[in-house]
Structure formats: structure tokens, C-alpha cells
């Protein structure tokens, strides 16, 4: 995240950020902090090797890269 006020240089972070929420966090009841490690590291692991985009020609971000 970039400087305060700067908008432009925060909508990638913020998007992906409502995605975490909206995918993942919302779906689920949180008890600990240890659980909210656990499934945003499962999250992101899911996000960058297995979620598909139809932006990338339907590829992970891994396989696009």
C-alpha cells in the first residue's frame, strides 16, 4: 500500500482485500486468531495456484506467470 490519500496506487491491494472478505472470511465464524491465519494462508494459497480468471485465459495466476 502506497501513500495516504493516493487511491489509484491502493485499488489493486483494496480489490483483492474485498475479494479475501467476500470469497472467504464472510463465509465462515471465526473463533481465534489462529483460525484467521490458517484459512487467509489457505486463501491466498487457493487464490494464486488454483483460482481460475477468465482475464488470464482461464489460468491460475502461477500458470499465466
Known amino acids: 500500500m ?18 479475501l ?12 486468531l489462529t483460525e484467521l491465519k490458517n484459512l487467509v494462508a489457505k486463501y491466498i494459497n487457493w487464490y494464486n495456484n488454483k483460482r481460475i480468471s477468465l482475464k488470464k485465459n482461464r489460468l491460475s495466476p502461477v500458470e499465466y506467470k
Not at 2 to 19: Q, T, Y
Not at 22 to 30: A, D, G, K, S, T
Open 2 to 19: 502506497s501513500r495516504k490519500g493516493n487511491c489509484h496506487d491502493n485499488a489493486p491491494i483494496e480489490s483483492f482485500f474485498n475479494l
Open 21 to 32: 472478505k467476500r470469497e472467504c472470511l464472510y463465509r465462515y465464524n471465526i473463533d481465534d
